[in-house]
């Protein structure tokens, strides 16, 4: 079964975005951005990665999922037109044609896309939506950046306190401070072979 993968930055004290949306505190430059590059050039935008000739090959992520605010905030009409791009939203409508708007619940798609053929499910975020699905994400990849913000928008929104347990699989700290962290969620009679389509950090 096809997974869903949280990959995301994320301030040493929780935040992906301050509390208006900013994010022009984040490292973009440094040996970090490198190592995006080479693992998860699927994330960048689809004009990014082709202004720097970076392929986009959907070896890890065929997928994208955002809410609408993390979608608005990119100021792009088709960010990922690489990959199917699904947006949330109760109030608005496509803007592009490869870019699918719906206001259906986001368990319910979440779900379906699994039980389709495919590689693995970007959560790009942001925290509003990574609450509503915090329970179908199988796997974590925080870019952990090595800044306090002190109040903004939480890796996970307002989800209420519910304590739930990930297996570490990878750490890859970058000179930049910036350390990647890979983890899985941990689930009762799974092993580590249960998980489909999933993705090693491979060092350096
Ligand atoms: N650091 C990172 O890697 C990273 C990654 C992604 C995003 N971000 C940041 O995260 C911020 C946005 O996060 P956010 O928590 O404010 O918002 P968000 O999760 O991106 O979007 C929230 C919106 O999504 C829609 N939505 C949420 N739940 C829904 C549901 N159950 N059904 C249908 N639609 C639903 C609603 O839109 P409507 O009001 O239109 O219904 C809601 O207002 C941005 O500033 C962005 O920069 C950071």
């Given amino acids: 079964m096809r997974e869903l993968v949280y990959y995301a930055a994320v301030t040493l004290d929780g935040y992906i975005a301050g509390p208006n949306g900013e994010f022009d505190?984040?490292?973009?430059?440094?040996?970090?951005?490198a190592g995006i590059n080479a693992r998860f050039a699927d994330t960048l935008p689809t004009v990014a990665a082709e202004a720097l000739g970076i392929p986009q090959t959907?070896?890890?992520f065929d997928t994208v999922l955002m809410g609408w605010n993390t979608y608005r905030v990119g100021g792009l009409p088709s960010p990922y037109a690489h990959l199917r791009q699904i947006v949330f939203s109760r109030t608005r409508t496509?803007?592009?044609e490869s870019l699918e708007v719906t206001a259906e619940d986001p368990v319910a798609v979440v779900r379906r896309l699994k039980e389709e053929k495919g590689g693995a499910i970007w959560l790009c975020g942001g925290g509003a939506l990574a609450a509503t699905v915090a329970d179908e994400i199988d796997r974590l990849i925080l870019k952990r950046q090595p800044l306090l913000f002190g109040s903004g928008i939480p890796l996970f929104g307002d989800r209420p306190y519910r304590p739930e347990r990930f297996d570490l699989v990878e750490t890859v700290a970058y000179e930049s401070g910036v350390v990647f962290t890979e983890l899985e969620r941990r689930r009762q009679g799974a092993t580590t072979r249960d998980a489909g389509a999933s993705i090693?950090?491979?060092g350096g």
């Avoid at 505190?25 to 951005?33: K, P, Q, R, S, T």
């Fill in 25 to 33: 505190a984040f490292l973009v430059e440094g040996d970090h951005m």
């Fill in 58 to 60: 959907r070896e890890v």
């Fill in 94 to 96: 496509a803007e592009a």
């Fill in 200 to 202: 090693l950090l491979s």
